[in-house]
């Protein structure tokens, strides 16, 4: 059993910064790639970001140069590092987290979700 914890977010003008955490915790926890995901008010969820267990990361094109993803393998955590924030990245955002576990064969892998945490920019 997975458990993802997100942190952070909450309301902030335009131009302003906020930074997101989630901590994946589990018995025997092996943790493949990271994600944020954000669901806009009307509209279906979208990737923002995400990195690989060798970090390597990829942005959507409308949060690239401000948002910065990162994560803590020690501590089993991603961190998503938001600065010039506008009205538009005002969503529900999620912290995914693809966990593995090896298989006779070939590993099998399993998607796990935050429980989401409300951004608002607004003046």
């Known amino acids: 059993q997975v458990q993802l914890v997100q942190s952070g977010g909450g309301l902030v003008q335009p131009g302003g910064s906020l930074r997101l955490s989630c901590v994946a915790s589990g018995n025997g926890l092996r943790i493949s790639s990271m994600a944020w995901y954000r669901q806009p008010p009307g509209n279906s969820r979208e990737l923002v970001a995400a990195?690989?267990?060798?970090?390597?990361?990829n942005y959507a094109d409308s949060v690239k140069g401000r948002f910065t993803i990162s994560r803590d393998n020690a501590k089993n955590t991603v961190y998503l590092q938001m600065n010039s924030l506008k009205p538009e990245d005002t969503a529900v955002y999620y912290c995914?987290?693809?966990?593995?576990?090896?298989?006779?064969?070939?590993?099998?892998?399993?998607?796990?979700w935050g429980q989401g945490t409300q951004v608002t920019v607004s003046s």
């Open positions: 990195i690989t267990s060798g970090d390597s990361s």
């Open positions: 995914n987290v693809v966990t593995w576990a090896p298989g006779p064969s070939r590993p099998y892998y399993y998607t796990n």
